[in-house]
């Protein structure tokens, strides 16, 4: 069916371009999915100066596409190559309060519409790559279900999605009658990736503003239902995408991943920086691949360091979350795509990330908290 598919793109030409769909760029071939069930996504992917008419290059798409044979579902998205407008002013998201800024009188934070249905939305964040934050992500989000609330889970990787392998997810997220995508559900959370709308091996060859557009549209175009807390999985880094979500997403606290040694806690204070700028609140740091107690001879080793983002939470004047050992089941777990925390709920480990999720809820409920 896809041959059939990527055809009849083939002889559309959206308004104001003088070459069809693929042979301008617009719609990749290797980026169409269609599931054997025949849910049909078309990422289409729009100059940034591009003045034509989206809405019709999409009602242009769903007309020769919706009645071919074979074809129950199809989802046309629009990425546009554009940064990003301001979304516009709403009132902030209940029960959330707003941290005073640095400069008295003037926020850094553009006015974020806040997201219906969710009651907060927390950022799991690390100034680089390799330290865990993935792992960090998911095992909070299911330690924060474990506590009773509904919690969803938004993997804003892009580049480098990991939910689909984390939580072992191999199908496609279902489309309503409104072409509204709604998130997988898995071990009772919520989930939407990237990685479910393509194949693990085909790389996102992306420029940043078709990112940020892409991010956006996970956030606030997914059915996500009435959810206490969405987890974000940010991206590694301070960039485009990271700095976009912080501003245009009413984040009510950031999490900073980091392992002990001194390369990543640079990075990690870049990240926490970064939120500070924009207004976000610190919600704290937790140490991944902390000290290794080796399964032999019993005897610890502090492969990482051990230590150093406790220590930099306490210079820095930001709560210290936690410590999570670097142990083989908690690896073994993750790349069978049974979180811990899930897999066994009763070892020190998923203790671990229950104390953390424990830490995180009575920040952002205080109110539940007390009573």
């Known amino acids: 069916m896809k041959k059939v598919i990527l055809t009849r793109l083939s002889l559309l030409t959206a308004p104001g371009m003088r070459t069809d769909l693929l042979t301008s760029g617009m719609v990749v071939p290797d ?16 100059p940034q100066d591009y003045t034509g008419d989206l809405g019709a290059v999409q009602a242009m798409i769903e007309e020769r596409l919706k009645g071919l ?47 219906p249905g969710i009651r907060a939305i927390i950022a799991v964040a690390s100034g680089k790559g390799g330290v865990g934050k993935s792992t960090t992500a998911v095992n909070l989000a299911l ?17 480098g999605p990991s939910m689909p392998r984390l939580l072992n997810i ?22 939407m990736s990237m990685g479910f709308l393509m194949e693990e091996d085909n790389p996102v060859i992306w420029r940043g503003p078709m990112v940020v557009t892409a991010l956006m549209q996970m956030t606030r175009e997914v059915d996500w239902g009435e959810l206490d807390v ?3 999985d940010m991206p590694p880094g301070t960039g485009d995408a990271q700095l976009t979500m912080a501003q245009q997403v009413p984040l009510a606290g950031a999490v900073i991943v980091s392992t002990p040694q001194d390369l990543a806690l640079i990075d990690a204070r870049k990240g ?17 691949m902390s000290t290794f107690i080796c399964p ?9 360091g051990h230590g150093g983002a406790e220590a930099d939470a306490r ?4 709560p210290f979350l936690g410590a999570i050992p670097l142990h083989m089941s908690i690896r073994e777990m993750s790349d069978a795509g049974t979180p811990v925390v899930v897999s066994e709920p009763d070892s020190i480990y998923a203790q671990r990330y229950k104390e953390i999720a424990l830490k995180v809820a009575a920040r952002l409920f205080p109110e539940e908290d007390e009573d």
């Open 230 to 232: 969405l987890v974000l």
């Open 31 to 46: 980026h169409v999915t269609v599931d054997d069930d025949g849910k049909v996504i078309v990422p289409v992917n729009v």
């Open 143 to 159: 330690g924060l279900r474990s506590l009773g609330l509904r919690v969803g889970l938004l993997d804003a990787d892009i580049y």
């Open 69 to 115: 044979q074979g074809v129950t579902k199809l989802l046309v998205v629009l990425t546009a190559e554009r940064a990003a407008e301001p979304a516009p002013a709403a009132p902030e998201a209940p029960r959330l309060k707003k941290r005073p800024t640095d400069a008295p009188g003037r926020d850094m934070r553009p006015h974020a519409a806040a997201v």
């Open 170 to 191: 191999t199908w496609r997220p279902e489309i309503d009658e409104n072409d509204h995508v709604r998130p997988v559900e898995q071990y009772g959370i919520k989930v």
């Open 296 to 304: 032999h001879c019993g005897k610890p080793s502090d492969i990482f």
């Open 272 to 288: 926490l920086k970064m939120f500070k700028k924009v207004d976000v609140p610190i919600f704290g740091i937790v140490e991944n």
């Open 315 to 318: 210079r820095l004047g930001v």
